[in-house]
């Protein structure tokens, strides 16, 4: 089974801070990446697929970078709205899916 | 636009059948290009997906669920469903639903049920 660690498990920040959360697989996923933003008590929405591909109406201070078995997701910008807690997920191995472990982004 | 919408008994009891249903509006089910899933999360705790499954009733598991896990599609409803057997307390979670398209990520979630499994 391909696993998926991330790091940190939390950090702070304040608004306006550059945020930087790094997703590794175990084995080569090429591109297949996603990132989710969860907030208490709601379901996990999606942000980006495909490693880089942005979903239509998330706002374009959220980007994602990577290939391989290194991800990153970079939030320029931190604003209000974005202190959550961030998921990724490769789905690379045809039908199954794995979500790494979560970054909670918390007020500094 | 697509909604998704769970339900469900909201205690089960140990050792006993999870039965949920989740119900997709605004969209049809049936498209080839899209698969409907399951995901849960514990108390506390991250996501894991438990299974998908096709309009037309194929599906694929989570390897550490498979022997306990039954996701079924009925198309005529809009509905699809799932079956967690035999449950203990580990199962008590907040189950999602999700539509993906085939090998890709979640881009549509139900706002999820919580399911507690207790005597």
């Given at each position: 089974d391909i696993q998926m660690t991330q790091s940190p498990s939390t950090?702070?920040?304040s608004v306006g801070d550059r945020v930087t959360i790094t997703?590794?697989?175990?084995?080569?996923?090429?591109?297949?990446?996603?990132w989710y933003q969860?907030?208490?008590?709601?379901?996990?929405?999606?942000?980006?697929?495909?490693?880089?591909?942005?979903k239509s109406g998330v706002p374009s201070r959220f980007s994602g970078s990577g290939s391989g078995t290194e991800f990153t997701l970079t939030i320029t910008s931190l604003q209000p709205d974005d202190f959550?807690?961030?998921?990724?997920?490769?789905?690379?191995?045809?039908?199954?899916?794995?979500?790494?472990?979560?970054?909670?982004?918390?007020?500094? | 636009q697509l909604?998704?919408?769970?339900?469900?008994?909201?205690?089960?009891?140990?050792?006993?059948?999870?039965s949920l249903t989740c119900s997709v509006?605004?969209?049809s089910i049936s498209?080839?290009?899209?698969?409907?899933g399951w995901i849960r999360q514990p108390p506390g705790k991250g996501l894991e997906w438990i299974g998908s499954v096709s309009y037309s009733g194929s599906t694929h598991y989570t390897p550490s669920l498979k022997s306990r896990v039954t996701i079924s599609v009925d198309t005529?409803?809009?509905?699809?469903?799932?079956?967690?057997?035999?449950?203990?307390?580990?199962?008590?979670?907040?189950?999602?639903?999700a539509r993906h398209p085939r090998g890709d990520a979640m881009d549509v979630w139900g706002q999820g049920t919580t399911v507690t499994v207790s005597s």
């Open positions: 950090l702070s920040a997703c590794r697989a175990s084995q080569s996923i090429s591109s297949w990446l996603a969860q907030k208490p008590g709601k379901a996990p929405k999606l942000l980006i697929f495909k490693a880089s591909s942005l959550a807690t961030y998921y990724c997920q490769q789905h690379n191995s045809y039908f199954t899916w794995t979500f790494g472990q979560g970054t909670k982004v918390e007020i500094k | 909604q998704l919408q769970e339900s469900g008994p909201g205690l089960v009891k140990p050792s006993e059948t999870l509006s605004g969209g498209s080839s290009s899209y698969y409907w005529s409803k809009s509905q699809f469903s799932l079956r967690l057997s035999p449950v203990t307390a580990a199962d008590t979670a907040v189950y999602y639903c």
